[in-house]
């Protein structure tokens, strides 16, 4: 990877989408729109990280939003926005893809394997009978990009992560983290009914802190130069790693209880965010 020599002066700006940027109507803002732009014009680097897909991001963000660069797929691509060329990606290998897949099945996780990137929309569907309506709800929504179902294992290859939805967690996530140890699985709670459970599965040291660290890498950025802002657990490891880390007021108690905490994502929070860390 390549690099530019570190830049003291440079600033970064990172923000989750849905539940932080996004607001209850999945819009964003004129309020953090204006101080998007404002950021732009004083030459700080604005990043989204967020666990949506490049699909999903083109379906709530526009070609111009002024984004400089955005980590989806919770750090398994990064996407320079202002070219829409893909500077970074990863994925897991067929081998990987199989033991992951066995433990889900052997539990009776519903689970989906999505497809490589740039077309991790796409994926194939294993369902278990125990299967919670927010699993369902999602197959339903991309039901025009399921490739296959329960019985085509053996015909999948290379893929960018594996996403399980349950109900609730009940110690689920804990299990099914310390059970794929080679992996790093990640929490999130569904952006769909706002409550259930997504335990996604990625390559060792995928994560959007680990992509906030390379992207700073890329560009010379020295990371004590960054502001983050985010809502949940899935956030976490990229607001232990930036400068300036802050919460909006919707955010999990857990998460509240370790970070600053700035107005709600319904109440411009990131705009607030940018203000007290004088990036604005």
């Given amino acids: 990877m390549a ?14 989408l849905d539940g932080t940027l996004l607001n209850s109507n999945r819009e964003v803002s004129a309020q953090d729109l204006k101080t998007l732009r404002h950021l732009g014009n004083k030459h700080c680097i604005r990043v989204a990280a967020t666990g949506r897909s490049l699909y999903s991001i083109n379906k709530v963000l ?4 002024p984004f400089d660069y955005i980590i989806f797929s919770c750090g ?25 897949a066995e433990f ?8 989906t394997i999505q497809d490589m990137i740039p077309n991790n929309h796409q994926f194939y569907k294993f369902r278990s009978q125990n299967a919670c309506s927010d ?15 329960d019985d085509q294992l053996e015909l999948i290859q290379d893929c960018s992560q594996l996403l ?11 299990f099914v983290k310390s059970s794929l140890p080679e992996f790093n699985v990640i929490r999130a709670t569904s952006p769909l009914d706002g409550h259930s ?22 560009l010379g950025i020295g990371i004590e130069n960054s502001v983050g802002v985010g809502n949940d657990y899935n956030d976490l490891d990229f607001l232990r790693i930036v400068q300036d880390p802050y919460v909006v007021s919707n955010s999990p108690e857990e998460l509240k209880r370790e970070f600053d905490v700035v107005a709600s994502n319904d109440q411009s929070g990131v705009s607030e965010a940018a203000d007290l860390s004088s990036l604005v």
């Fill in 62 to 65: 526009p070609q111009d939003f």
């Fill in 76 to 100: 398994a691509g990064i996407i320079d926005w202002r070219s829409k060329i893909l500077i970074h990606k990863n994925h897991l290998t067929r081998e990987e893809v199989v033991k992951a």
């Fill in 164 to 174: 399980a939805i349950a109900e609730e967690n009940n110690g689920l996530y804990e």
């Fill in 197 to 218: 459970l997504w335990i996604e599965v990625f390559p060792n040291g995928v994560s959007k802190g680990n992509a906030v660290q390379w992207l700073c890498h890329y």
């Fill in 3 to 16: 690099s530019v020599n570190k830049d003291t002066k440079q600033k970064i700006f990172v923000t989750d």
């Fill in 135 to 149: 699993y369902d709800n999602r197959c339903v929504l991309y039901h025009n990009h399921i490739l296959g179902n």
């Fill in 104 to 111: 889900m099945i052997e539990q009776r996780i519903s689970f």
